[in-house]
Nanobody, 124 residues
Framework: QVQLVESGGGLVQAGGSLRLSCAAS????????MGWFRQAPGKEREFVGV????????AYASSLKGRFTISRDNAKNTVYLQMNSLKPEDTAVYYC?????????????????WGQGTQVTVSS
């Protein structure tokens, strides 16, 4: 079992920045990748980005235009999502997810563990 806890969400003005954290505990040795997803009201959960736990390789949704960056600190069993130049369209609940079996990085169903989510609200 893997437990994921997100933190760092909140209310920010457009153009501002937030840094989300996702702390993992439990059977972290089994984690292959850590992904970030978000879900806005009335919309499907969408892929934000992902990082390989072992190599640090990252991939991002094209729509983010390079505004978001994922990093990891293996010693702290934590991954981060740095969000810059935030827009109202970024308002959503942000989730981190752990993948224990190599699979697609962009499909939510290919992740095995999920955090509870943290709300990010960007005002105009």
């Amino acid at each position: 079992q893997v437990q994921l806890v997100e933190s760092g969400g909140g209310l920010v003005q457009a153009g501002g920045s937030l840094r989300l954290s996702c702390a993992a505990s439990g059977s972290i040795f089994s984690i292959k990748a850590m992904g970030w997803f978000r879900q806005a009201p009335g919309k499907e959960r969408e892929f934000v980005g992902v990082i390989s736990w072992s190599s640090g390789s990252t991939a991002y949704a094209s729509s983010l235009k390079g505004r978001f960056t994922i990093s990891r600190d293996n010693a702290k069993n934590t991954v981060y999502l740095q969000m810059n130049s935030l827009k109202p369209e970024d308002t959503a609940v942000y989730y981190c997810a752990a993948q224990k079996v190599s699979a697609s990085w962009i499909r939510p169903n290919d992740y095995d563990y999920w955090g509870q989510g943290t709300q990010v609200t960007v005002s105009s």
